[in-house]
């Protein structure tokens, strides 16, 4: 794993650039922890200056200083990604392991299901998930019925790298040897899958975060939590854009997408190191 | 045939299990809520306005049999079943006595065809340059094209259709920012709605096509990547096959094939960026529709773009899988 790493960094360039985004991103989150103002206190400074030294990111008309409510905002929606690829994870390594060791039906009748929840559009039943729930509606039960969707693309993945495995001589061998299923999955597959396990999570947390920006900008969630959508959701509300209170959508679309494209470069270049071809290409490429 | 046969077997049986759990789906949170979805959308109307208390009365007793309340449960879940089915979803509340059928069939035309041609552009377009940057590897262009689609492939729609309305809304106002064509012209084949009808797709197709190219583009690189290193690829090119030729019949060709399955596998995740796009620019689809059903509180409406997203998402699937086998032949054998 150190050895992984450390290539990772002395050969990938995107790998280096991604983890700095991801830093500063984590960084600003921390920084949530020594805010001098509670999160969801508002008019506790002058509203709608342009940034400064005294309010670095500005302040909103709300009386918010946006760099602190920034900092609570990416910490949540980071935490909010965080949970919905945790859940998801463990689904999708069952389904993934189950279905890419066992192959025949039980594979057959995993796939079908998988890939109904690939292809259901997600956006209108969580909307439909709103409308039901209005007010009620929080963050937690948001991301636990994300992650109940956002499992499938991955299990495939995961399906795909077990069933190679499968081939492999040292399967066999451990299954002359006495090991039940559950022993072969978890202690000698397990390891290969770990990589592309990252991966996803990264990948997931992109695809659960661009949601839920989506939702709270429409103000379809718990629009009392500070949350980068739900920034730009107030930021419309008092139309910011056309007040020319640019800072008030400018910092928060900025973090966020570092967010995303810093967690999409650690994906790719971890997808790119597991695969030994385009490892050799880059080290040729380097040296 | 018989092998033809049986993959177009199989392929429809996994569209009905779609459209099977969809609809359940739906089912379970409609009836999962812990509110009292009538009385919530009889005050969400009711709170704009005077409303006489026999009409609420009447739309009370509408909602409950629209909303499948009375019965047993078996009861409720076949009325769901067949309301669905007969594509009957009431009245809209928000453009009341409209039927939710007239509007969806409205709206329906400009999301189709939005998504239509900007999924097909951005996934010819993706992977004519991936294909290209994943066999000239050398090429500056081609490498700094990676670099861009690296750069917008992670972003989601919403952001990006921001940016673009930012930009050419207030920076540089030279494109129609809102609207699917100029209010006043008659909907009718005249050039110049046909002009305006284009204008005004401009931005909200850039949006898709700039996030789409980003993935097919990364995709196919890494695909022809892996081709190339095959034994007939190298084969071809000892035997002196042109270069363009071997890209094209040899590489490319195969590398396409699953793209056609990516194709089908994202095509529900570029309907919810299509969803998101058209309410940014006020496009009038499916997405508008639904957005503004929430806002206005019309229960049938929002359940009916939900079934007919599921619905349609499933045909466009369903429609990629069948074409599937002219690509790769060997459907047709095993």
Known sequence: MVVFLRDLLRYRAEF???????????????????????????????????PSLTYWFGTTSRGQDVFWQLSFAIRNTLLFGGTVALVS?????????????????????????????????????????????????????LALIMACFGWAYDARLIRSVVMSLRQRE??????????????????????????????TTMNNMVWSIGLEVTLAVLGFTDINIPTIGGMIYWA?????????????IAFPTIAVIMAFIGLFLLAVSVNAHIDPRSRLWNVGEAS | MSGYAGYVGR?????????????????????????????????????FGNTAPDAIEQMRRSLRELYGLGGTPVQQYLAFWKRILSADFGPSLSAFPTPVGTLIGRALPWTAGLLTVSTLIAWVLGNLLGGLAGYYRQSRGLKLMGVIAMGLHPIPYYILAMLLLILFGFIWPVLPISGGATMNLPQTLTPEFVWSVLQHAILPALSLILIGVGSWFLGMRSLVANVLAEDYVVYAELAGVRSWRILTSYVMRNALVPQVTGLAMSLGGIFNGAVITEKVFGYPGLGSLLVDAVYAGDYGLVLGVTTISILGVSVGVLAIDLLYPLLDPRVKVS
């Open chain 1, 16 to 50: 280096r650039i991604g983890l700095v985004l991801v830093a500063v991103v984590l960084l600003l989150s921390v920084l949530a922890s020594f805010s001098p103002y509670p999160p969801d206190s508002v008019y506790v400074v002058p509203p709608d200056l342009p």
């Open chain 1, 89 to 141: 994870r463990l689904v999708a390594l069952a389904v993934g392991l189950v279905s890419g060791y066992k192959g025949g039906w039980i594979d057959r009748a995993l796939m079908s299901v998988n890939d109904t929840f690939i292809v259901i559009p997600l956006l209108p039943v969580l909307v439909l998930f709103y409308f039901v729930m209005r007010d009620r509606i929080s963050w937690l039960m």
């Open chain 1, 170 to 199: 040292f399967t066999q061998t451990s299954l002359f040897s006495g090991m039940s299923t559950r022993q072969v999955l978890t202690d000698e597959h397990l390891p290969y899958v770990v990589p592309i396990l990252f991966s």
């Open chain 1, 236 to 248: 419309n509300q008092h139309t910011a854009m056309v007040a020319g209170i640019w800072w008030w």
């Open chain 2, 11 to 47: 392929r429809l049986a996994q569209f009905l299990l779609v459209v099977f759990i969809g609809i359940n789906i739906a089912y379970v949170i409609t009836h999962a809520s812990p509110i009292d979805p009538v009385e919530q959308s009889i005050s969400a109307v009711t709170s």
